[in-house]
Structures are given as C-alpha cells and as structure tokens.
C-alpha cells in the first residue's frame, strides 16, 4: 500500500470480498496493459490516464442522477470529483504532448477499454459506493506506483528533459481553483482542518512534471480511500475553508459584543455555518435501494429541521424586540 488512512477502515468478510474482487479486476488489467504497452511509457501512461479518469465520470453521473430524483444532495462529492476528472484530463494532455496517443492502435485500445470500465463502476457504485471507490483507489495505488518507477529507472534523463508546455501551462500558470480542491489536507473535518501551505508544483523540467502527476495520484488515493468510511464526510477544500472563516468571523464578533447579548450572537452563527454545510444533516446511503428508502426519511428529517430552526429564530427576534420595548 502506498497510503495508511489515520485511522483504519471498516471491515468484514464483505468488504474483504469487495477488496478480492477489484484486486482480481485490477490486476488482471495491469497485466494486458503491460503486455501491449511493454517498453512504450509514454503510450502506457497515456492509457492508464484515459482508464483512470473514467471512474469520476461514473460517479458524478449516479450522483446526479440521485440529485434529479430528489433522494440527497452531495455537493462537496460533486465539486471534489469534477476536479479529480479535470486534473485527470490534464495528465492525459501531458501524456499526448509526450507522444502517448500517436498511435491509433493505442488511442483504440484505450478509449474502448473506458468505455466499458465506465459502465461498470456505474453498475458498482450504484451497488455499493464503498466498493466502487475501492476499486478506484487500487487503480490510483497502481498509477502512483507506475509514476514511482519510472522516476527512478529515468531520472537524470528526465533531469535533463525540459517540461513540456501543458504541464508548465497546468500546474504553474493556469487557474489552480480546481486543483487545489482535490488536495486532502482539509479532510479530517472542519475543527480538525490543518493551515498546511498550499501546494504549488514548480516545473522546469519532465522530472518534476511526472513527479507531480505521481503526487496527484497520491492525491487520488487519499480521497478515494477516504470516501469508502460511513457517512457523508468527504467535504471540498473550499467549503472547509469557508466553514472555517465563518467561524472565526462569528468568534470575533462574539468577543466584540456585550455579554448579555453573546449566547444569542453564538447561536446564529451556528445556525449560518450549520445551513451551509451540516456534515450531521447528510445521510449515508449504500447503494440505490437504500437511497430510496433513506431519501424519504431524510426529507421528513429536514422539513423538522427547517421548522425547528425557523421557530428557534423567529423567538429570539421576539425577545429581542420585548427587550427594547422593555
């Protein structure tokens, strides 16, 4: 394994069984693409881009579907793997620009393989997210690994290697609000968030651009490793970091009022930074059947919820205008 989570994963002879099924799948895909690909990097790493990407497509496309249907709503799963997808479809530019997809041969091959592996983590992930989000993880595990070894087998060559443009263009020079929403260092929760330096790749030459596709992947893993825990926890860089301003916004002015008035300034605020992201009001669900049934019960949950807190606010406006009537 190239990435231990803090804190281990559930398990069981389900979830081992899952974990034996994608290795088998994994495996068996890695060895016809090292065959066809033997001796050729570049053409490999361009169809490992093509493949790798695929799964993010599927999972925006169940998680949409579930939105459409009213059953929930996982924006942050949303905003992550669209930029998961976006950083993908960059390694694979880097990798055509490197000669990987000169061959029709090789772009046939590829792009018909993400096809069917596209319908398939759909079927997973409808199944079992857990699962479908496992097999991604074994499939970046072994594009970090493949990443890995060739930076040792080539680097002075690479060294020696100027970066070609879109690498350069990507990671140095274009808009990194999408990729800044991938980085994991952000998701052990909103009180737990870290004030890590934001990454900023530096590239001059094909080492540094390959390292920092490898890193990527690593990325990758972390999320996807993440996103197989219970729950609905996996929360975009951005919203974190909104989440965390808003509470040190709400803090300040806390600690600027008068006393009298400091439980209800409190209050609000939590009810603010609770309506923009509530990581408790979010139900899990494992599969479509279970979405259905829980999409219900959530729906009755959050029309208490919205009267609770409409009734909890309209009464403290009504003591506030007592106090200044008083």
């Known amino acids: ?58 999972f925006l496309s169940v998680l949409h579907l579930y939105e459409s249907f009213g059953w929930w709503r996982r924006a942050d799963y949303l905003k992550v793997h669209f930029a998961e997808t976006m950083n993908e479809y960059h390694h694979l530019l880097i990798m055509e620009a490197m000669g990987g997809a000169d061959s029709f041969k090789d772009r046939f091959f590829a792009q018909h393989v993400a096809v069917v592996y596209f319908w398939v983590a759909v079927l997973i992930y409808m199944v079992s997210p857990r699962m479908a989000y496992n097999l991604s993880e074994q499939v970046e595990e ?7 070894d060739f930076l040792k087998k080539n680097e002075e060559e690479l060294k020696q290697t100027p970066a070609c443009g879109v690498a350069v263009s990507y990671f140095q020079l274009g808009d990194l609000y999408l990729f800044d929403e991938f980085q994991t260092n952000v998701y052990d929760g909103l009180n737990k968030a870290t004030n890590e330096e934001v990454r900023r790749p530096k590239i001059k030459t094909m080492y ?31 919203s974190i970091r909104a989440q965390r301003k808003a509470r040190e916004i709400c803090d300040g002015i806390v600690e600027n009022d008068g006393e009298e008035e400091e439980e209800d300034v409190r209050e609000e605020c939590d009810l603010v930074v609770a309506s923009e992201q509530d990581a408790e009001g979010e139900k899990s669900c494992e599969g479509v059947l279970d979405c259905i049934v829980k999409g219900f019960e959530e729906r009755t949950i959050s029309n208490s919820t919205v009267t609770d807190n409409t009734e909890m606010i309209s009464n403290r406006e009504e003591k506030r205008e007592d106090t200044k009537k008083a």
């Open 142 to 148: 072994h594009a970090y690994a493949t990443y890995d």
């Open 1 to 58: 394994m190239v990435y231990t989570p803090p804190e281990p994963l559930p398990s069981g002879p389900l979830i081992e069984a899952e974990k034996k099924v994608n290795g088998f799948i994994v495996d068996s895909a890695v060895f016809v693409i090292d065959k066809l690909y033997e001796g050729r990097d570049y053409p490999r790493f361009y169809a490992l881009e093509t493949i790798a990407r695929v799964p993010y497509f599927s």
């Open 208 to 238: 540094d651009v390959i390292e920092n596709v490898r890193n990527d992947e690593l990325e990758h893993v972390k999320t996807m490793n993440f996103c197989q825990k219970p729950g609905n926890l996996l929360r975009a860089n951005s």
